[in-house]
């Protein structure tokens, strides 16, 4: 198992993330996983109780899990979002928009290449789930 | 024209950089094939039949002649002296090393141009009207609300990997001259009664296996709305489009099987979400991108005249120039379909001499069109003449504009690895005989257009006659369709029963169109007729 | 027989299998008959092809045809422009293709 990548000062959750069905019978987990199949909307009548979504990627090329980082964050979740599986460094800022700050990669990451992957861009386009001034408000200031 | 500020620069020298470091990543051996080749896609290069092509972006198909001298220098110094125009208004070189790409795209960014999302299971390239900003029928130039979705869609986190390709079209004219509603998303903008501008949204077109014609789902979208509805229809797709099979993975699967009633009931409640996120930029944003696409100094022109004494000269503005919006001025069609040549290909030497022309005769512009055709958009008739004994000097001068000899060819099996049978000797062939027998004149406007596999990048099912190459045994075959239109008269062309080989397709075209010259009436196009009068006729001719 | 082929790397150029090397003509071509997929891993992996696969073939006039009109394609080039295949000077090479 490769070290996972944290970008939260909070202490990790210490017990396992369940899955979705499982978590919405338990009344008391606070760690869930999500499919790429699963609904991410579900959860959100128990953000309060959640400390930990894992996104899981099966094969980084199925994007659905861009989405479901996006719909908790749009919700107000502000609990740690990892993404976990196949998920490759060329891919992790555009994680990091969309809202994940944590990482589980399959592959341990090269560190240079992950600091590179975060330094990257200087600029972006759009508004997303992360803090950047997009483009077009920085011309409209 | 647009032009990039620090911002568009930076994004654009960014992915050149971050391209570069992927390449050495993948010669090093640290990124497998597997994981490279999404990553190389998103950036125009394909490994092809014969070597690496990379796609290089046109926006909305427009291009200075400062750019265009710039694709000519890339094709001498990184390809063999020539490029193919595609037609989804991009230019493609067909032999690329890896090794050199990077460099390549280097050279791109300092006229700003950039091969970003040409390729992959992302949102590509918008494509738009080809006349936009020159139309005499055009309401407003389609091209600034291409440009805001152009910069919405480029390294969008959420949408960077989607089931499948996404690709969008605007317009802004109810005559259809970038088949809209074959799109993943086709943009009309429109007018309501109130005299506001919006967009209606056509979504779940397309192409390929399972051609579809993009149902309506919203008339209007006020304009400070449509980076937001565009990105409820991205995310309900990238949620809920198929992906347990690549053949029913594009949106327009997902729209027929929930029914375009429940896609866009999903559309409009993600939408009403995301109009409380705050990812829509200002009007004023697209206020300032619209200054960019100004008219350009037109002067007054209206005494123009236009001398018909050489013939050759007259016919080819009969039918490759096109009214403009001013007077004086027309849109000036460049035929890259000599009769025997390969659709679509331009050498190094012509590119400069097209940009020239640009520079010289239509303000600097020039266009490509999805038909594999360049255009020079605001030329005087009085500079007419001159211009065209260039482009007869250069090979460039043939005066088919949409008729039977402008075929619309993907590159077939010459130069594509996902073909299954070659394309451009079959339109050389019916090129060739049609010039030959001198039919080509009587037949008027008529949209031949071949695919050499199901994919259909060669647009076959929206051609008035559409060519598809298929692998019968190891064999090359030929399956006739007719009826098909891109236009604001959509339709999908119907198959007309057994294929051919390669010389009985071109004879199969030839008899098809006798049955158009035996049956029509006054003023039918081929398409007309075909509608008119079914299929019967065309299959009694072809089958007995 | 069976042809081993695939792409250089760095350069996208259409490669077979010599038995040794890797070369750009088809006629350099050797039988790799049940090995096809040893010598793939081993060469893939070394970087020196890239998406190496078997194809079928037969000789003719003592050189390997691939029995596939796409594969004879790419051993040669387009057909469309004789000038930039690997045998620019034989004008009826395209019927060794089709």
């Known amino acids: 198992m490769a070290e996972t990548l944290r970008y939260r000062d909070d202490e990790p959750v210490d017990h396992p993330a369940v899955t979705v069905d499982s978590f919405l019978d338990q009344s008391n987990a606070t760690a869930v996983r999500i499919e790429p199949g699963d609904d991410a909307r579900d959860l959100i009548p128990h953000l309060e109780r959640l400390a930990l979504v894992e996104v899981n990627f099966p094969a980084f090329g199925d994007g659905r899990g861009y989405s479901s980082a996006r719909v908790l964050r749009e919700a107000g979740y502000e609990g740690e979002l990892r993404a976990v599986g196949d998920v490759l460094v060329d891919y992790l800022a555009y994680m990091r928009r969309c809202g994940f700050d944590a990482f589980e990669p399959d592959q341990q990451f090269d560190r240079d290449d992950v600091e590179a992957a975060f330094e990257r861009w200087p600029e972006v386009y759009q508004a997303a789930a992360d803090e950047r001034t997009p483009i077009w408000a920085k011309r409209h200031a | ?544 | 027989m069976r042809l081993l082929t695939g792409n250089d790397l760095k350069t996208g150029a259409v490669t077979w299998w010599t038995g040794t090397d890797w070369s750009i003509h088809v006629e350099d071509a050797a039988d790799v008959t049940g090995h096809e997929d040893e010598i793939a891993r081993r060469e893939e992996a070394s970087r020196r092809v890239n998406g190496p696969y078997a194809v079928d073939a037969e000789l003719k006039d003592g050189v390997p045809r691939p029995s596939h009109i796409k594969e004879r394609v790419r051993s040669l080039g387009p057909t469309v422009r004789p000038d930039l295949t690997l045998k620019p000077a034989e004008p009826d090479i395209g019927n060794w293709v089709i």
């Not at chain 2, 109130?194 to 296996?209: P, Q, S």
């Not at chain 2, 979208?221 to 993975?249: F, H, I």
């Not at chain 2, 200002?282 to 619209?290: N, Q």
């Not at chain 2, 076959?460 to 006739?480: M, P, S, T």
Request: net charge negative; proline share 4%.
């Open chain 2, 1 to 544: 024209m647009y032009k990039y500020d620090q911002y568009d620069q930076a994004m654009v020298d960014t992915r050149v950089e971050e391209f570069r470091d992927q390449t050495r990543r993948r010669l090093e051996g640290k990124l497998t094939e597997a994981q490279f080749t999404p990553l190389r896609l998103k950036n125009g290069l394909y490994l092809q039949l014969h070597a690496y092509m990379l796609r290089v972006a046109i926006p909305y198909g427009t291009l200075d002649s400062r750019q265009m001298h710039a694709l000519a220098d890339i094709a001498d110094t990184y390809d063999r002296g020539y490029g193919h125009f595609t037609t989804r208004q991009n230019i493609q070189y067909n032999w690329i090393k890896l090794e050199e790409a990077p460099d390549l795209l280097a050279d791109l960014a300092k006229v700003e141009m950039h091969a970003i999302q040409t390729s992959g299971n992302c949102i590509r390239n918008i494509s738009s009207d080809h006349f936009a900003g020159a139309a005499a029928d055009e309401l407003v130039d389609p091209r600034p609300y291409a440009e805001l979705l152009r910069q919405w869609s480029s390294f969008h986190p959420e949408f960077n990997a989607l089931p499948r390709k996404f690709k969008i079209a605007v317009i802004a004219s109810e005559t259809d001259r970038a088949a809209m509603r074959l799109h993943d998303i086709g943009i009309n903008i429109v007018k309501n009664e109130a005299g506001e501008l919006g967009a209606a949204f056509y979504v779940g077109g397309g192409m390929g296996r399972t051609p579809m014609i993009a149902p309506c789902i919203n008339p209007f979208v006020p304009l400070d709305q449509l980076v937001t509805y565009a990105e409820a229809c991205l995310r309900v797709y990238n949620r809920y489009g198929r992906r347990d099979n690549k053949y029913k993975a594009r949106i327009k699967i997902l729209v027929h099987e929930l029914g375009a009633e429940e896609y866009t009931r999903q559309v409009e409640e993600e939408f009403a979400h995301l109009l409380g996120q705050g990812v829509e930029p200002p009007l004023a944003e697209l206020e300032r991108i619209r200054t960019y696409f100004e008219d350009p100094a037109f002067q007054d022109a209206s005494n123009d005249t236009i001398d018909r004494s050489d013939p050759d000269f007259a016919l080819w503005v009969d039918r490759n120039t096109v009214p403009h919006k001013r007077e004086g001025y027309v849109s000036a069609v460049i035929s890259l379909k000599p009769v025997g040549g390969i659709p679509g290909d331009a050498t190094a030497r012509q590119m400069h001499v097209m940009a020239e022309l640009a520079k010289s005769y239509s303000f600097d512009e020039l266009r490509v069109m999805h038909t594999q055709n360049i255009v020079l958009p605001h030329v005087r008739k009085a500079t007419l003449y001159t211009l065209w004994q260039t482009l007869e000097a250069e090979g460039l001068g043939s005066p088919n504009l949409d008729m039977i000899e402008d075929i619309i060819a993907c590159p077939g099996l010459d130069y594509c690895s996902l073909a299954n049978a070659r394309s451009i000797p079959v339109a050389q062939k019916i090129a060739e005989r049609f010039a030959s027998t001198g039919k080509t004149d009587a037949l008027g406007q008529l949209k031949l257009k071949i695919s050499g596999c199901i994919n259909a990048c060669g647009h076959h099912h929206a051609g008035h006659i559409g060519i598809l190459g298929v692998d019968r045994k190891g064999v090359e075959n030929y399956q006739l369709l007719l009826g098909g239109s891109e236009a604001e008269d959509v339709s999908l062309a119907k198959i007309t029963g057994p294929g051919f080989d390669e010389n009985g397709i071109v004879d199969a075209v030839e008899t098809v169109t006798d049955v158009y010259t035996r049956e029509r009436q006054d003023g039918e196009r081929f398409l007309d007729t075909y509608r008119r009068i079914g299929m019967d006729p065309f299959k009694e001719a072809l089958y007995g």
